[in-house]
């Protein structure tokens, strides 16, 4: 059997007063998304225990079949994976966003969504800062891709502190004051003085000079969260019993992929936010079906959407995901006999708050051996009505391979 997995990151949200009422999913055209819905089931799931906090990482987890209770360990160590990061068993990853902050708030977790050229050349500034400061820990800073990068503490006395340190993602603190926000705990005090280091190497850097003449946000320093060890995961193939490929340009998610044993498939033209090519990941996820039983692409857009407030870009990303990529799967997939096709997010993220929320989030599946429940549509408003639901939302890949 094939089956194609696509997860519009953060597509679940609430309705909206300039939508006449109506969520995103409701008010975008999905032809594609719908069709699933109709000839399948639609149904929800709680991908985020309330222990933990909801983001990708969790969620991620959950939806590729993995109980994030037993397996979580941090954010930064499944990028690091992606990234190519060798990680000790006591050696911990940390994520370090490159942000702009402006009076005291989180004005742009994304600096203003700086390239990766540009990125690279302010985190090795950065790097040689924080060498200065000493005194810390063992140190490792590692570019990434845009404003995404991962310092890396090496296994030394006291860092196991960072295990209980608590952090906050900056893309959930829109517009407020970070200090209500900064690292707490064992290590917290460590992290803060690396953050306030970050600072000398930025201001005045001619990137971010250049950024500000250009009208565009300079990043003023380095935001650290997300820390763990390297977790232990069994191959997906070993518990499911199939292959998989991931198709992502976020390091989190392929970083998932990856320590699952699937393929990373990188698309030239994806780039994690709303101007992505669409049509080249659809293209890469119908390729993929011919070498792999389970094929994933992750579209980060959605998500991003939300994060800027932004219900236009929004409804055109979904537009353009039931387009480009479910419709060319959905056309795809019976060419190679039986198969499924599951749509779902990994968690909420709503325009209002502008970050993650908790709750469950609508999935639709259809294909071989799924018989249609008679829904109408892929929706949040469908599916909380709908009979089928997972509680722990790791338990509905055994439903998507069941037999």
């Known amino acids: 059997m094939k089956i194609a997995i696509v997860i519009p990151d953060g597509c679940a949200d609430e309705p909206q007063d300039s939508l006449g009422g109506r969520t995103p999913l409701q008010a975008a055209h999905l032809p594609h998304m719908d069709t699933v819905a109709r000839s399948g089931v639609v149904g929800r799931s709680d991908n985020v225990p309330p222990t933990l906090t909801p983001a990708s990482d969790v969620a991620t ?43 005291g708030e989180m004005r742009d977790f994304t600096a203003g969504h700086i390239t990766t050229e540009e990125a690279r050349q302010l985190i090795a500034a950065v790097a040689n800062r924080l060498k200065q400061v000493g005194g810390v820990f063992p140190l490792e800073l590692f570019a990434g891709v845009q404003y995404r990068h991962a310092l890396i503490a090496r296994a030394c006395p006291g860092l196991e502190g960072l295990a209980t340190t608590k952090t906050q993602a900056p893309h959930d603190i829109p517009d407020r004051p970070i200090v209500d926000y900064l690292p707490r705990g064992p290590q917290g005090e460590a992290l803060v003085r690396l953050m306030e280091a ?56 392929r970083g998932v992929g990856q320590l699952l044993g699937w393929k990373r498939i990188d698309v030239p033209g994806a780039t994690g936010y709303l101007d992505t090519d669409y049509a080249a990941k659809g293209r890469a996820g119908v390729a993929a079906l011919r070498d792999h039983d389970l094929v994933c692409v992750h579209i980060e857009a959605p998500d991003e ?58 999935f639709a599946l259809a294909g071989t051996g799924i018989e249609s429940r008679g829904q109408l549509g892929y929706d949040e408003a469908v599916a909380a009505t709908a009979s089928l639901s997972f509680v722990r939302g790791w338990e509905l890949m055994k439903y998507v391979l069941s037999k």
């Not at 397996?71 to 060798?86: Q, V």
């Not at 971010?208 to 977790?231: D, S």
């Not at 995901?321 to 096709?341: K, N, S, T």
Request: hydrophobic residues 40%.
């Open 61 to 103: 987890l959950s939806l590729f079949g993995y109980d994030p209770l037993i397996f979580y360990t941090g954010r930064s160590p499944l990028e690091a994976a992606a990234m190519g990061i060798e990680l000790g068993p006591d050696d911990f990853a940390i994520r370090c966003n490159l942000v702009t902050v402006e009076n």
């Open 198 to 253: 970050s600072k000398d190497a930025l201001v005045g850097h001619p990137v971010n000079v250049a950024r500000i003449a250009a009208g565009k946000r300079p990043a003023t320093q380095i935001w650290l969260w997300g820390q763990g060890k390297r977790p232990s995961l069994k191959p997906f193939r070993e518990v499911y019993g199939c292959s998989g490929a991931i198709i992502s340009a976020v390091d989190l998610v």
């Open 305 to 362: 959407a939300s994060h800027e407030g932004r219900v236009d870009e929004k409804i055109k990303a979904l537009e353009r995901i039931d387009e480009h990529i479910v419709g060319p799967l959905l056309q795809a997939l019976p060419r190679h006999g039986e198969w499924r096709i599951l749509i779902s997010p990994d968690h909420r993220t709503t325009l209002r708050t502008r970050a993650h929320a908790y709750g469950a989030v609508p």
